[in-house]
């Protein structure tokens, strides 16, 4: 009776690892990708300074970061940015008037080995035009990217910046 529990205990394990990986279950595809940021010219007008984070963030994280208040984010009262801008995983740009409205991380950026040496499934941009209220539009100013290169055109990640918030420009759709 003990040897027919434990087959059967066996068969339901073996049929469960089975049904996850026919489920997906295995880690989402994550590399270093470049990242270009362009500031529109309304988002710059009348000397605006801009503010946009890139931030790495691993599996199970996700909700956490979604439900961040960007004013807060950026006020500097936020444990997860402070730190995260210490250890690495999250790099921090300022557009200040004059500046270029262009930049771009390369793929062999410092940031990209922190981010991917925390096993990262997510790229959050987190972004501010000074001047500008972001009370109750975070979902405009905090997008969630996947690490995913083939869910881009191009070969790299390609990022606006307007008054309205920042968009991702060059996402294929998802495939069905």
Do not use: H
């Not at 997860?80 to 300022?94: M, N, P, Q, Y």
């Not at 972004?127 to 972001?134: H, K, P």
């Amino acid at each position: 009776m003990q040897m027919m529990s434990k087959l059967v205990i066996l068969l339901a394990l073996a049929c469960a690892s089975l049904t996850l990986g026919a489920c997906g279950g295995k880690a989402p595809k994550a590399a270093a990708m470049p990242i270009e940021i362009v500031l529109t010219q309304d988002a710059v007008a009348g000397g605006r300074s801009v503010f946009v984070d890139l931030v790495g963030v691993g599996a199970g994280e996700q909700g956490k970061y979604n439900g961040k208040a960007v004013r807060d984010w950026f006020a500097g009262k936020d444990n997860d940015r402070l730190e995260g801008t210490k250890i690495g995983f999250v790099k921090s740009l300022t557009f200040k008037p004059g500046d270029s409205t262009t930049r771009v991380i390369k793929a062999d950026d410092e940031m990209w080995n922190k981010i991917l040496g925390r096993q990262a499934v997510s790229l959050f941009v987190f972004a501010f035009v000074g001047g500008e209220d972001t009370a109750g539009k975070d979902v405009s100013w905090r997008k969630e990217l996947s690490m995913d290169p083939d869910r881009y055109d191009g070969e790299k990640i390609r990022l606006e910046v307007q008054r309205g918030g920042v968009y991702l420009v060059n996402l294929k759709p998802e495939k069905k």
